[in-house]
């Protein structure tokens, strides 16, 4: 071990001089690890900051946009509500069926049923082959089944119609017409689904029994599912 004037010592004699220089000399601060971590987190901030920045540093992208409410034009114009005759919700007691006092559409023909409500309207009833297999399905939550029933119009448009017992009375209470995506049942909710304008999307309409009528439950957008196309049944359940 070499002293401050360069000169060699033995063991014993280094560790009297150690002693010596400890009683003369300031030891050294040394850093703590705690510290040297803080320090190289610091520094490693810093160069993801600067490598985020970019050689040149930030950039003043100029002010930001200013964000506006939407102008409403013609806020003064608004459509009338909706006529009995255009709400496709609203109750219609078929005429001409018989009466059916167990309360269940099972009991009715659904041909007829349909050929007596369009009838009614004054059109002409479908043609056999443009009318889908009729389905039997709870959806006014009494326990009995109501009956719906599609007819397509022409390769893109059909109607559906749905169909209950009120009080022994065979009554419509749901009709729509559109272009049918697809129509699901869930949980006593009734689902239509339609095409948008991005293909990749369909609009959902919600239909849900609310104790007096087909109430609108809720709007929303879907993806759009591919499906092998079916060709209509006829009316004799014949393809």
Do not use: F
Request: glycine content about 10%; hydrophobic content about 40%; aromatic content about 4%.
């Amino acid at each position: 071990m070499a002293s401050a004037r360069g000169v060699s010592w033995g063991p014993c004699a280094a560790a009297e001089a150690v002693g010596d220089d400890m009683r003369r000399w300031r030891p050294r601060t040394v850093p703590a690890p705690c510290a040297v971590l803080a320090t190289l987190a610091a520094l490693a901030s810093l160069t993801l900051l600067t490598g985020c920045a970019g050689t040149g540093g930030l950039h003043d992208e100029g002010r930001a946009r200013d964000v506006k409410a939407p102008l409403a034009l013609w806020p003064e114009y608004s459509p009338a509500p909706l006529g009995r005759d255009e709400n496709p919700a609203a109750l219609k007691a078929v005429p001409g069926v018989p009466r059916i006092p167990g309360g269940s559409m099972a009991d009715a023909d659904p041909l007829a049923v349909l050929d007596a409500d369009i009838g009614a309207q004054g059109r002409t009833p479908p043609a056999p082959k443009s009318v889908r297999r009729p389905e039997l399905h709870d959806l006014t939550d009494d326990g009995r089944p109501d009956l719906l029933v599609v007819v397509d119009l022409d390769p893109r448009n059909s109607e559906l119609r749905v169909y209950s017992v009120q009080n022994a009375v065979v009554t419509r209470v749901l009709a729509l017409r559109g272009v049918l995506d697809g129509v699901d049942l869930a949980a006593g909710h009734l689902a239509i689904r339609e095409p948008t304008k991005d293909p990749r999307y369909v609009s959902v309409t919600d239909y849900v029994w609310d104790g007096n009528s087909m109430g609108l439950w809720d709007l929303t957008l879907d993806e759009a599912r591919k499906r092998k196309p079916q060709t209509p049944h006829a009316r004799d359940g014949g393809p």
